[in-house]
């Protein structure tokens, strides 16, 4: 039987410690971007049907151009988030390849 002093890390580190925290890095960044990416998507869609509502009512020209550049604003953060996307992707895809997966990620598609 083993004493309770050898018993205090049960858990071993696999030897690719470190590539597979970068790879559960690269998981994780490619994710939080890629629900960004959705999420502004639909932010799009949505400022895009009120700056149609704007320009059949005739109003305040003002408002207009704020709508206009509110959602100028909303397409730059989507297309900042779809690159790091991308980026975070090919990231995983490299550490995947690195510690000899047989299969694609989950985001591959």
């Given at each position: 039987?083993?004493?309770?002093?050898a018993?205090?890390?049960?858990i071993?580190?696999?030897?690719?410690?470190?590539?597979?925290?970068q790879?559960?890095?690269?998981?994780?960044?490619?994710?939080?971007?890629?629900?960004?990416?959705?999420?502004?998507?639909?932010?799009?869609?949505?400022?895009?049907?009120?700056?149609?509502?704007?320009?059949?009512?005739?109003g305040?020209?003002?408002?207009h151009?704020?709508?206009?550049?509110?959602?100028?604003?909303?397409?730059?953060?989507?297309?900042?988030?779809?690159?790091?996307?991308?980026?975070?992707?090919?990231?995983?895809?490299?550490?995947?390849?690195?510690?000899?997966?047989?299969?694609?990620?989950?985001?591959?598609s």
């Amino acid at each position: 039987m083993q004493s309770p002093c050898a018993m205090r890390n049960p858990i071993e580190l696999p030897p690719q410690g470190d590539r597979l925290r970068q790879f559960l890095r690269a998981q994780l960044e490619w994710e939080r971007y890629h629900a960004s990416r959705m999420r502004l998507v639909h932010l799009l869609a949505l400022g895009g049907l009120g700056l149609c509502v704007l320009l059949v009512a005739r109003g305040v020209e003002r408002l207009h151009v704020a709508a206009l550049a509110a959602w100028s604003v909303c397409f730059a953060a989507t297309a900042y988030a779809a690159i790091m996307e991308q980026r975070w992707r090919r990231q995983l895809h490299a550490c995947a390849k690195e510690l000899g997966s047989p299969k694609d990620p989950p985001c591959a598609s």
